[in-house]
């Protein structure tokens, strides 16, 4: 379960959702927001429930400057493997934005590796534009460091950016994403609990071992019930064979 579709009852009682999400399967999460409490105490909260943190999404500006030591640091506390830039600035919707940003991500790839972590960036549909007749995403695919650099896939905003198959993506680029945010679209293109909506998840994980991925966490952006929702979308995970 990817945490930010929790924030409501995270920030009512953290503890207590994370006790609720253990005891109705999940294993693994990604935090996204600590909503007061730090990386030691999550930790601790984490391990009572025996439940693991994998990643934890730190923003760009922290990433690419004098914070990113401290936040390599926190990621190691809850016990994660790596540090996930959620969303890129406005200003840098360009091809040359977004070669910054490839150079920005090698820089801090390489120190995230020497920490013993690695970094990923997490895409939104505007990531899949093409501006001047070069895809915004594929710069990023093609001038980051596969040593160094690997992403988290939305397969909603994949496909809401209109990017090519995800499978596809996997072939392409082997091994460069170990992360995915399992979340659906509704036929009226709204979020929708995993299962419920019109994303052919099936053949998305089709070739998913190709493209190295590891973990597969739940995401709902505006769940009516945050708990229903994680109870039906890992219904229908827990029984999907592919």
Known sequence: MHLYTMRTPLAADFAG?????????????GVSGRH?????AIRQMLDRTRLKAVLEHVGYDIVTGSGLPQALEDVHTLGGQWIVVPSLPGSLHSPDGYREVARQFNRAGLAARESGLKLLY???????????????YD????ETDPELVGFELDLYWAADGGSSDP???FVRHRGRFPALHVKDMAPNGD????????L??????DTARQGGVRQWLVEHDAPADPFASARASYRYLSRLRY
């Open 139 to 142: 710069i990023l695919l093609n």
């Open 36 to 40: 007061g409490n730090s990386p030691a």
């Open 167 to 169: 499978g596809e993506l």
């Open 122 to 136: 997490h895409n939104h549909g505007s990531d899949h534009e093409v501006v001047d007749g070069v895809s915004l």
């Open 17 to 29: 959702t994370l006790e609720q999400l253990a005891e109705i399967g999940y294993a693994t999460v």
């Open 191 to 198: 979020f929708a609990d995993v299962g419920s909506g019109i």
């Open 200 to 205: 052919d998840f099936p053949a998305m994980f």
